[in-house]
């Protein structure tokens, strides 16, 4: 299946959450196995070989693609969280979203100094919660070999946001 078969299979919905955004639903690509299947293999794609220690997944769609890319990449699985959903000692960062603003969480030890990671979400819009995953994974001395998406809204220009990353979407708009 291509990038464009994977795009018609993703729902989209206006004015969620709020009046004048136009979601992007992967909940339909998600329940046809083998869209799910196509998706994480080309997220994949560009960072097979980046020899990759921990995939680090945003709460929450971000987490539906990680489990299967850290599984595939051999490589541990790291959950970034909404302020107050981790128990032990953390690090945490606010960021801007394209409707407001929220803070994301790491344990303090999820990442070892110069371990590699890749950094997975489910969609690159205005660029603001990888961001703050990317501070958050500097703060505790990851180097960031690349951040996989599977839909980018390019209208957003979020990738402005992301200079000097090896940065990959499946799906554009």
Known sequence: MSAEGL???IREIPDFPKPGILFYDVTTLLKDAAAYHESIDLMIEPYKDSHVDLVVGMESRGFIFSGP???QLNAGLIPVRKLGKLPAETVSVEY?????SNTLEIHKDAIKPGQRILIVDDLLATGGTV???IELV???????VGLAFLVELLFLKG??????YNT???IQY
């Open 131 to 133: 961001r703050g995953t």
């Open 96 to 100: 801007a979203l394209e409707y407001g």
């Open 168 to 170: 990959s979407s499946v």
């Open 69 to 71: 890319i850290a599984y």
């Open 159 to 164: 990738r402005d946001r992301l200079q000097g």
């Open 138 to 144: 500097q703060r505790l001395e990851g180097n960031i």
């Open 7 to 9: 795009r018609a299979k």
